[in-house]
């Protein structure tokens, strides 16, 4: 099984900063990772596919990159809806999904 | 619009069964993989199990095979997953979400199905 490793597990942030987030597989997943987000009691939604391609209506404020093993989201200038938890997801292999990174108010 | 709809928030013994649903609209139901995911209170997302409606391909995630089983009502189009036996480490939310392709993102969710069982 492939493990997906997300770091920092809490990132503090001040609203308008940026925040990046990193992403680490256990073996190469070319480009096949998705981030989702997921804000508190809300199901998660897709934010990024392709590791670096926005799903419909995503703010440009959005980025990912990475491919292989090492990927990262990237969310420039923080609004209040940005706070929550983030999921990497890899489906080169079945799927599995990383433990999360909260981003929360600094 | 494509949508997602679970049923609602069950309460259950351990011991007892369960049958939670998510019925699709808005586009090709047997053309779509669709897949359960599990998060316990509090934790992060598991992958559950996926059928593909068009033919009924099931696969299921180790961790969770001989544990659940999923099906799906082509003729209303509903996933369903179901538990025989529940059991207290059986409560979470329970999210379907709909593949875009089988290797590839999950672009639609369901709200989430909450299943709590205690005795």
Not at chain 1, 18 to 23: D, E, F, K, Q
Not at chain 1, 76 to 93: H, I
Not at chain 2, 92 to 106: E, G, K, P, Q, T
């Amino acid at each position: 099984e492939i493990v997906m490793t997300q770091s920092p597990a809490t990132l503090s942030v001040s609203p308008g900063e940026s925040a990046t987030l990193s992403c680490r597989a256990s073996q190469s997943i070319s480009r096949n990772l998705a981030w989702y987000q997921q804000r508190p009691g809300q199901a998660p939604r897709l934010l990024i596919y392709g590791a670096s391609t926005r799903a419909t209506g995503i703010s440009a404020r959005f980025s990912g990159s990475g491919s292989g093993t090492e990927f990262t989201l990237t969310i420039s200038s923080l609004q209040s809806e940005d706070f929550a938890v983030y999921y990497c997801q890899q489906y080169n292999d079945w799927r599995t999904f990383g433990q999360g990174t909260k981003v929360d108010i600094k | 619009e494509v949508q997602l709809v679970q049923s609602g928030a069950e309460v259950k013994k351990p011991g007892e069964s369960l049958k939670i649903s998510c019925q699709a609209s808005g586009y090709r139901f047997p053309s779509y993989w669709i897949g359960w995911v599990r998060q316990m209170p509090g934790k992060g997302l598991e992958w559950m199990a996926i059928i593909y409606p068009g033919d009924s391909d099931i696969r299921y995630s180790p961790s969770f095979q001989g544990q659940v089983t999923i099906s799906a009502d082509e003729y209303i189009s509903t996933v369903y997953l179901m538990w025989s036996s529940l059991k207290p480490s059986d409560s979470a939310m329970y999210f379907c979400v709909r593949l875009y392709n089988w290797s590839d993102r999950l672009d639609f969710w369901g709200q989430g199905t909450l299943v709590s069982v205690s005795s």
